[in-house]
């Protein structure tokens, strides 16, 4: 902890704790207060306004600001709705003027991400008239080398490129930039004059964003706040994550910051909040009927949080190292996505009443548990000609590192709305693909009359709803349809609202929104203190263990789909991957019986689990034979040269691969709509076993080649869906294979004895009438 703070907070005086208070807290409060409520009045009057001229129907926010929302039939204003946008430089500022201080401003994140949205907030005309931002950090450095270097990094929007360079440049004109060190209050006493210099004698409002290492936090806190926070007006302080590394050194930092800034000066910044989709998550929720009621465990089975990088921790490996997937996504991100989508409704869209309502789902969580989250790591991987360096590879990574890269878990909110209903996160890097989705998969429709139609995998026609986060921002329904004729065939459909497809105009970076909000006070997507406390109460037991007992990671390729074990712990809870499934899917190639085999074989030792026979403790085992169900599930999922090699690893797999509902489902996994009422003849004329084995499989390769042009017996057969004809004449052929058994003397009467049963020791002989298939080919 002494380690992480590397400058603990006791380590400043008690008499500039004092002053500061005495001459910032007091006045700055009151005038923090009043200048609030001055500017903010100018700006809801106008706003307020043009909101009524309109009839838009108005929300309000936190500090009371009206949030712009607009008709859903009013098309033009949403594909252009920045026509009618009220711009902080319409608002009569000119008595009173921001000053924005990028501490850490030679740093990654400052020229990737903070410049370039302060930049597109000035193109857009959001901030006051009078402001000045002013890069703070130890690199050497003068106002025009800054602006050269962040001049590299600035973009225009797309939709007004014309006026871009004459915008850039009048933008970098009020940039400036003072080196200094991060603990030295003569430095930042330094920089203070050089605001007040800027400022020129009016009301001041100060934005300090720390994107600097957290050990240096509180040192810059202290600094600034006693020699550089503002007189006159507000002063705000933006806290970039890690909020620490586990509860202890959180509440610590937490503590340490409390010395020298209120709660309401500090904005801990998740840029996810400030992403569009997950911006949008409340509105599609408590906007529109059709989903607050089927927002529970009544109608809800499961919900998956997705995030996935293609790339691995290229140059970030020194900070990532210690904080690993966990930390770095699962415990911020993720959660607090997961927060705003379980919540109830609020009181109002008031930040307190927010927050207020994200702590309520934080503390109803269960803590997790080590069994419910696996943990991996990429390995290097030569594709193409290309080679992709490991987790390890990274210089600054110790070789020996067990950081996890990747993480899936599954947590419980044990409340009225959501008990039993498993919340699924899944964050990792150096995968195959970018992305960053919400997956809410909805129960079965019970007594569904279509069921028929669908297959033996109900899983697949249930209706999935799909926030994706990024890239190409949609949200879409997936649904079932008929498809049009005279039959009754079903297909899966998405209603999709594509973003791109839908809005004109460029989706603002998330830094944009919420550096907006800081400066306008809004709350609403910052942490609070409170609710950081509870996220780090659920996860912190469980870094703790994972560290302390030294868990190895289980090794993935770079661009691969990450370990196998993420579909054992889905599998565990009865859930599939939705980015892994049907339409979005790949998941007839995935590999599943070498993590039957893994979980067999080579299942690490889970302390304090309770084995089924009683035994518990250090040497306790997970252990698949124990969780039948599933085992079963992963058979399910098998196709039948796997089940063939599982049956031979120990007598209880052996029984349950014979199990012929395993093979049942197998004849018409492929199937829609599957046979009806066939199950008696076939159980009767031998079993589903055999069905497959003589009729099904025969058919399915030699017609499947012929249709698919010769293509081999893999996945690509498999996989396409099966007519109605090839269906019926397997189940002819296995008639006629039944009744040539009994003529030639096999003794199998129903019921399936003899040769004939499903439960001979012998594989099922192949019928000598199967020469029909090649005959009906020809
Ligand atoms: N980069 C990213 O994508 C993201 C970053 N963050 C967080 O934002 C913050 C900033 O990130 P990033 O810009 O990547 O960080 P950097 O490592 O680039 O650090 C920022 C600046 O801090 C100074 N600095 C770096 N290390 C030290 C040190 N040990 N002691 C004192 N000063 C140091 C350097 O400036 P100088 O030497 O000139 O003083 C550096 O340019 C971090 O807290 C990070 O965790 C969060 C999300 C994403
Ligand atoms: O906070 C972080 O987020 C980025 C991913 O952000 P995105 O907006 O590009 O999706 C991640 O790369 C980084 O490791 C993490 O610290």
Redesign the pocket.
Known sequence: MAKWLSAPCSHSSSTTFSSFHNESLCCSRKLTALTSICDFSKWAAKNFAKIQLRSHFELRSSNGHPLNAVSLQDEGSAANPQSEETHFSELGQEDSTLSITV???????????IFPALFALYYEDWLPENFVVFGY???KMNDEELRNMISRTLTCRIDRRENCEEKMAQFLKRCFYH?G??NSEEHFAELNCKLKEKEGGRLSNRLFY????????VDVVRCASTKASSKTGWTRVIV???FGRDAESSSELTRCLKRYLTEEQIFR?D?YLGKELVENLSVLRFSNLVFEPLWSRNYIRNVQFIFSEDFGTEG?G??FDNYGIIRDIMQNHLLQILTLFAMETPVSLDAEDIRNEKVKVLRSMRPLQLEDVIVGQYKGQSKGGKTYPGYTDDPTVPNSSITPTFAAAALFINNARWDGVPFLMKAGKALHTKRAEIRVQFRHVPGNLYKRNFGTDLDKATNELVLRVQPDEAIYLKINNKVPGLGMRLDRSDLNLLYKARYTREIPDAYERLLLDAVEGERRLFIRSDELDAAWALFTPLLKELEERKIAPELYPYGSRGPVGAHYLAAKHNVRWGDLMGDDSHSCHLPLWPLLFFLRYHTPSLPKHTHKNGETGENAKFCINDNMDVLIEILKRLDDRSLGVAACVCRLWCGLTRNDALWEHLCFRHLSPPPEGVRTVVVALGGYRRLYTVCVKPVLSRLGKMRVGGGGAGGELERRVWTRHEVELSLSLFCVDYYERLLIGGGGGGGGGGRIGGESATPPLPSSLMFLCKAVNV
Not at 103 to 113: E, M, P, R, Y
Not at 210 to 217: D, E, G, M, T, V
């Open positions: 501490v850490g401003a030679s740093g990654d994140l400052a020229k990737k991400k950090s130890r690199t080196s060190q991060y720390l994107s600097i290492p957290p050990n240096i936090f970039e994550k890690p910044i840029h970030r020194g900070y």
